[in-house]
């Protein structure tokens, strides 16, 4: 394969591309200018369930808050059914997902097989648009909510009032910073964040509950309200269902579980196909987060109803989006309350780096392999980059408003969340579980309707995540066809016949004609040779016939395997399978000057037709003007004009 000459590389541009795509070893091929990588050792898969908590149970900072906005009186009755919705659902789904696809794709890549051609890669762009929506929400919301954290502190919020946006930046510009130092470092800090938080929240709640229990007409006054309220239970869990969707945003660790599941360290005898080992322990972590998660959810709930002001969590309240941190002020006084809120901000701040690996991991999965980004988008530190100015602009954009992106996130994690129970639910099926399908299925619609709630009442959500669609579609798109005149061959591969026959010719001179395949009888071969000797003015018959056949012209890199056969006892004829016939052409013509030390021939017929609609044909269907775009694809590979395959065309 033909190698272009570059000067070496600067030290900046090769710190920025260090350990190209460090996230999700061993994914398939990278691609024929990917860096080959170390074996990745992985992480104990508690310390990896640190990395998805840190967005996890930073929720616990303002998910109490929304929900007793959302529910009020009935905040901890509503609690219990997301609860029960987490362990019943959404639990079981993605530790089907985990067996489904052990390299941290997610439900993208289950349910990217079921879907070929371009409307599998638009469908997948779809599905990514979301991701990108419910990740970087994430980091952005997330940062805003610390600062808010931060702003509202007794001791600080004289000296940062009106200085949410600007503070906001900085924490994502810092958790930036993090992730360009490097990934294993922010998994350490993850462990760190997590242990206390959790410890100061336990502490929280164990006093919240004392304090109910211990002045019993709290929980009286409350009950008494919520009979007088809403009847009889019945139509208390109506409503609870009522609200689910808003509280939607304690379903959020689900989906980053799975996208940093390849750093799970798993058996010493997991394989790339056998991920045992690695399968079990992201169970675990699933299990065990969501159990944790569970507990605290209902506490939290159940103490912050009953011990604070309702008014305190409208706009403006001192527990609006803090509802614990007001707690642990109140009634541990202003040292524990500030320790808590460093903890509260640190962790919420840090929410974004699950968020961030999950987009690191995802995104170099797909767009670089459809030819739709760079290739430096397999490397992590550009990828920092590019998520880090997408954060500043939508906190800018929302001025940092942790209400007013609430609708984008929820839509995101539902909608990843949707899309993972179906796709869970076509896998029972095709296993023929039936049990498991019917389960499933339940589970689907459940998210369904969940989704679509949430999409009438907060219509926004929706929006945002169409614009991130609408973004990722067209940068694809642009960076496709930017890409189109790649090699795009990883390796080029020739059975016995073939070889035969690149070794025959190259003691003369190495002849191809490239044919388009219709009959394949006699009369069409010996058309084709005496068409080209006329139309080029060569003598003889010794040619080899190369014919590609195109299989999913969607796809953008493929290995290419060469098979050579003799046809009606005399036309020697390579065939080939690729997503287009010029860049298969020139892989082929480049590797046998390589193979041979000869200059290689190709001949062809121009093909009728407008040449724009020509290729347009090339880059969506692999074909069209095939001759000028050959010559271009090899122009490209071999700047060395005399080194360069001939292309003649008649």
Avoid at 53 to 70: E, K
Avoid at 114 to 140: C, E, H, N
Avoid at 423 to 430: G, Q
């Amino acid at each position: 394969m033909a190698t272009t000459e570059h000067p070496p590389p600067s030290r900046v541009r090769s710190w920025m591309l260090e350990g190209l795509s460090d996230m999700g070893k061993g994914g398939g091929p990278q691609g024929p200018h990917a860096t080959p990588e170390p074996a990745h050792k992985g992480q104990r898969w508690w310390r990896v369930m640190c990395l998805t908590g840190v967005d996890y149970f930073s929720t616990l900072g303002y998910q109490p808050g929304i929900a007793a906005l959302a529910a009020g009186l009935l905040s901890p009755v509503a609690t219990i059914v997301l609860v029960i919705v987490t362990l019943a659902g959404a639990l079981p789904v993605y530790r089907r997902v985990a067996e489904e696809s052990p390299r941290g794709e997610g439900s993208i890549a289950m349910l990217e097989r079921l879907l070929s051609f371009w409307k599998g890669k638009l469908f997948v762009l779809t599905l990514l648009g979301f991701a990108a929506t419910d990740f970087l929400i994430t980091i952005t919301l997330s940062a805003a909510d610390a600062s808010t954290h931060l702003i509202e502190n007794p001791h600080l919020t004289g000296v940062l009032h009106d200085k949410q946006l600007i503070v906001t930046l900085i924490l994502v510009a810092l958790l930036g910073a993090v992730f360009l130092k490097g990934f294993l470092e922010a998994i350490g800090i993850a462990v760190v964040l997590v242990g206390v938080y959790l410890t100061l929240n336990l502490a929280v709640v164990v006093v919240g509950l004392w304090h109910v229990i211990t002045a019993g007409h709290v929980i009286t006054d409350w009950s008494s309200a919520l009979t007088a309220e809403h009847g009889n239970v019945f139509a208390m869990v109506g409503v609870a269902l009522l609200v689910f969707p808003k509280l939607a945003l304690g379903l959020s660790g689900f989906e980053t579980g799975v996208a940093v599941m390849p750093h799970v360290q798993g058996d010493p005898g997991d394989t790339d196909e056998q991920p045992t080992g690695r399968i079990r322990d992201t169970k675990k972590l699933l299990t065990t987060a969501a159990l944790i998660m569970s507990v605290f959810l209902i506490a939290t709930s159940f103490i912050t109803t009953l011990l604070i002001p309702e008014k305190e969590f409208e706009s403006g309240g001192q527990a609006n989006g803090r509802a614990l941190a007001y707690l642990a002020h109140d009634y541990l006084g202003s040292t524990f309350g500030t320790v808590y809120d460093v903890s509260t901000i640190a962790i919420l701040w840090f929410a974004g780096a699950s968020a961030m690996a999950g987009l690191l991991n995802l995104m170099p999965r797909y767009l670089p392999r459809y030819g739709m980004a760079p290739h430096w988008a397999r490397a992590v530190r550009p990828m920092v980059i590019v998520f880090t100015l997408i954060g500043f602009l939508v906190t800018w954009i929302f001025d940092a408003d942790v209400d007013a992106q609430g609708g984008a996130y929820a839509t995101g994690v539902l909608v990843l969340i949707s899309s993972a129970a179906i796709a869970v639910t076509i896998a029972a099926r095709k296993a023929g579980q039936r049990n498991w399908t019917i389960a499933f299925a339940v589970i689907s619609a459940v998210f369904l309707y969940t989704t679509v709630l949430n999409v009438i009442e907060r219509p926004d959500g929706v929006k945002i995540g169409a614009c991130f669609i609408a973004g990722i579609i067209l940068v694809s798109l642009l960076s496709r066809l930017a890409r189109a005149f790649e090699l795009r061959v990883t390796s080029v591969t020739l059975d016995d016949m073939a070889e035969r026959f690149i070794r025959d010719m190259a003691s003369r001179k190495i002849r191809f004609i490239a044919n388009e395949p219709d009959q394949r009888d006699k009369a069409e071969y010996r058309e084709k040779i005496e068409q080209i000797r006329e139309d080029n003015d060569i003598p003889g018959e010794d040619f080899v016939f190369v014919e590609v056949t195109v299989l999913d012209p969607s796809e953008f890199e493929a290995s290419l395997t060469v098979h050579g056969e003799v046809l009606h006892d005399r036309y020697r004829v390579l065939t080939l399978e690729s997503s287009s016939i010029p860049n298969a052409l020139a892989a082929l013509l480049l590797h046998v000057r390589d193979s041979t030390g000869c200059t290689p021939h190709i001949y062809f017929e121009w093909t009728e037709g407008s040449p724009f609609a020509n290729f347009l044909r090339f880059f969506l269907f692999g074909q069209g003007e095939v001759a000028p775009v050959t010559r271009e694809v090899l122009r490209e590979a071999e700047p060395d004009r005399p080194r360069r395959p001939r292309v003649h065309t008649g």
